[in-house]
């Protein structure tokens, strides 16, 4: 990264062209590619793509609700004890505190349209975890940061 400070703030006017990150901001967070979209102290909104085989273990953000419009394949989801899928515009609801996971168990290409609220940490998260490729430092790191990841095989099939 830019080392440039994610500002947070009102949300400034403008357009995020298509396949770039506001303020230029791109992520590389264990082979997920993240483009932030849009940031504020109210929100934060970033797009992903996600690799076959690869998803985001159980974990809890305690102080936002998260969300997901599903663009392009289908999403497996972990919501708070049961398994669902999500396709091309679904949108997905994580309340705070819920525990939810997601993955890429298709031979496609997934993108949707994550947002978070309030912003929060995440946006400086995602700064720290960019190219790191240590599972375990990334939940250290996600700790530091308002986000929780359960312990590895608490939730059976993730």
């Known amino acids: 990264m830019t080392g440039e400070e994610i500002m947070l703030g009102p949300l400034?006017?403008?357009?995020?062209?298509?396949?770039?990150?506001?303020?230029?901001r791109v992520w590389n967070v264990l082979g997920h590619t993240y483009f932030m979209k849009a940031s504020s102290?109210?929100?934060f909104a970033f797009e992903t793509m996600d690799p076959p085989g690869?998803?985001?273990?159980?974990h809890v953000h305690?102080?936002?609700?998260?969300?997901?419009?599903?663009?392009?394949?289908?999403?497996?989801l972990y919501l708070d004890g049961q398994w669902e899928t999500a396709g091309p515009g679904d949108t997905v609801r994580m309340p705070k505190n819920l525990p939810?996971?997601?993955?890429?168990?298709?031979?496609?290409?997934?993108r949707g349209l994550f947002w978070v609220s309030p912003a929060g940490?995440?946006?400086?998260?995602?700064?720290?975890?960019?190219?790191?490729?240590?599972?375990?430092?990334?939940?250290?790191?996600a700790a530091l940061h308002d986000v929780?990841?359960?312990?590895?095989?608490?939730v059976e099939g993730a």
Do not use: C
């Open 12 to 24: 400034p006017k403008g357009i995020t062209l298509a396949k770039e990150g506001m303020r230029k």
């Open 100 to 110: 939810h996971a997601y993955y890429n168990r298709s031979e496609d290409i997934t």
């Open 148 to 154: 929780d990841f359960l312990p590895p095989g608490s």
């Open 54 to 58: 690869t998803g985001v273990p159980p």
């Open 41 to 43: 102290e109210s929100s």
């Open 121 to 141: 940490r995440l946006a400086e998260l995602f700064d720290k975890l960019h190219n790191v490729a240590d599972p375990a430092e990334v939940v250290r790191l």
């Open 62 to 76: 305690p102080t936002q609700d998260e969300h997901i419009y599903v663009l392009e394949g289908v999403f497996t």
